[in-house]
């Protein structure tokens, strides 16, 4: 018994062991879409405030529309600095704009989004998307 245990451990190993060299192994990567202008940008989060204290977060999801295949790559190596300013945008927009018994203005988001693109990206043609905007309250 144990002899047929070791043979059919070892056929295991064979068939599972590591892959040949010339095979580059690649991790699953999960796409939103399959347009190949979309860049996805990580959610967003920002501190909603009100009499000074927090009161709960803004969340905004968002992605990039670039048609334009070298600004594409351009947005892409950029995307730690658009994301930055993202974030520093929305922070100031939460703690000054939004307010708990309303609905964030998302065409006003999606406009400070996009002034903060064409900035860093120093010409227009890579467009804001919003996918998502939501509000949760802690009081």
């Known amino acids: 018994m144990r002899l047929k245990f070791g043979f059919a451990l070892l056929g295991f190993l064979a068939l599972t062991g590591p892959a040949p060299a010339g095979e580059a192994k690649k991790a699953a990567v999960h796409k939103v879409t399959q347009s190949k202008s979309y860049l996805m940008v990580d ?8 009499n000074d204290r927090p ?12 048609s334009d295949e070298a600004l594409r790559a351009d947005a892409d190596r950029a995307m730690p600095v658009l994301r930055d ?24 988001i999606a406009e400070r989004l996009q002034r903060v693109t064409d900035k860093i990206m120093h010409r227009k043609g890579a467009r ?12």
């Not at 009161?55 to 670039?66: E, K, R, S, T």
């Open 55 to 66: 009161i709960g977060l803004l969340m905004v999801g968002v992605g990039l529309d670039v």
């Open 128 to 139: 804001v998307l919003l996918a998502q905007v939501a509000m949760r309250l802690t009081h």
């Open 43 to 50: 959610p967003i989060y920002a501190t909603i405030v009100a």
């Open 85 to 108: 300013g993202y974030v520093r945008s929305l922070m100031s927009f939460a703690a000054t704009a939004v307010r708990a018994s309303e609905q964030p203005d998302v065409a006003l």
